[in-house]
C-alpha cells in the first residue's frame, strides 16, 4: 500500500518547540514523531509515503530524503499556500504512482503501533469509500464516584469512557479522494456527506495511540514510550 501523511502543521501550542521546524519533526527522546510514523508504516507493508507538507518542509526532506535510509520511497507535495487537510490529501494523492485504488492517509502528530491488515480488510468487505479508525476516549481528568448519599466512595484516574474518537487514520478508495475538495478541510466537508449516504465506516481499534498537541503530550508519551522500551528489555 501507499500512504499520505499530513506533515505541515504548525504546532502552535508546542512552542517553542515548533519554532524551527513543523509539528511532526518535534522529537520524542530524541527521535521526531515522523519518524516513529514511518517505522510504523514501513512494518505494516507500506512502500510508498507522500509527506504533504507547507511549513518548514525543508526540515523533513533534510532529514528523510528520499527514504532510502527508512526502507520507502518518499515524495513530497508542498503547500506555497495552505490548502486545507483535505486540500492536502487530494494534492498528495495524485503524486502517487499509479492512482491506487486504495491508500492510507493519517496525520503526522501520531504515534501508534495500529495494525493495518484488520483496517483495510474491514474497509474492503463494508462497501464504504472511506474508513475512519476509531481510538477510545480516556478522559484527561480524574472522575469522582458518589454514591445516592453523595457519598465519595472511588476515584478513577483518567478512565476510559464509553466513547469513541477519530484516530486521524485513515483508509481511502478513489472514489472517496476524489471528492476531496482542492481546498478545504475533509472532515467538514466530505466525511458529514459520506455519512449521510452511509459510506463512511467505522474501525474501532484498542491498539496503542497517542496524539501530540502540547507539552504535556510530550512529557506523558515519553513516559509511555520509555516504560514500553524497559518492559520489552525486560520481557
Known amino acids: 500500500m501507499q500512504a499520505i501523511i499530513l506533515a505541515g502543521g504548525r504546532g502552535e501550542r508546542l512552542r517553542p518547540y515548533t519554532e524551527d521546524r513543523p509539528k511532526p519533526m518535534v522529537e520524542i527522546l530524541g527521535v521526531p514523531i ?38 520507502l520511497r518518499i515524495a513530497y507535495a508542498v503547500e506555497e499556500q495552505p490548502l486545507g487537510r483535505g486540500g492536502a490529501i487530494r494534492r498528495a494523492y495524485g503524486l502517487l504512482a ?13 504515534i501508534t503501533n495500529l495494525r493495518l491488515g484488520p483496517v483495510v480488510a474491514h474497509h474492503q468487505h463494508s462497501g464504504g469509500l472511506a ?9 484527561q481528568y ?12 472511588a476515584f478513577h484516574e483518567k ?12 483508509v481511502l478508495s478513489r472514489a472517496a479522494v476524489e471528492r476531496f475538495p482542492e481546498v478545504g478541510d475533509h472532515e467538514t466537508t466530505i466525511f458529514p ?40 528489555f525486560l520481557a
Open 34 to 71: 515522523l519518524a516513529y510514523q514511518l517505522h510504523w508504516l514501513q512494518t505494516q507493508g507500506i512502500v510508498e509515503v507522500v509527506m504533504a507538507c507547507g511549513y518548514r518542509h525543508e526540515v523533513i526532506r533534510d532529514y528523510f530524503g528520499t527514504g532510502e535510509k527508512w526502507g
Open 98 to 110: 499509479g492512482a491506487p485504488e486504495l491508500v492510507l492517509a493519517t496525520n503526522g502528530d501520531v
Open 131 to 139: 474508513t475512519l479508525v476509531l481510538t477510545p476516549y480516556i478522559s
Open 142 to 153: 480524574g472522575l469522582v464516584e458518589v454514591n445516592a448519599e453523595d457519598r465519595v466512595i
Open 159 to 170: 478512565p476510559t469512557l464509553p466513547y469513541w474518537v477519530n484516530a486521524g487514520v485513515y
Open 193 to 232: 456527506a459520506l455519512a449521510e449516504q452511509r459510506l463512511l465506516v467505522a474501525y474501532r481499534s484498542r491498539d496503542y495511540w497517542r496524539a501530540v498537541d502540547t507539552v504535556k503530550d510530550l512529557t506523558e508519551i515519553s513516559r509511555e514510550l520509555e516504560r514500553r522500551l524497559l518492559t520489552s
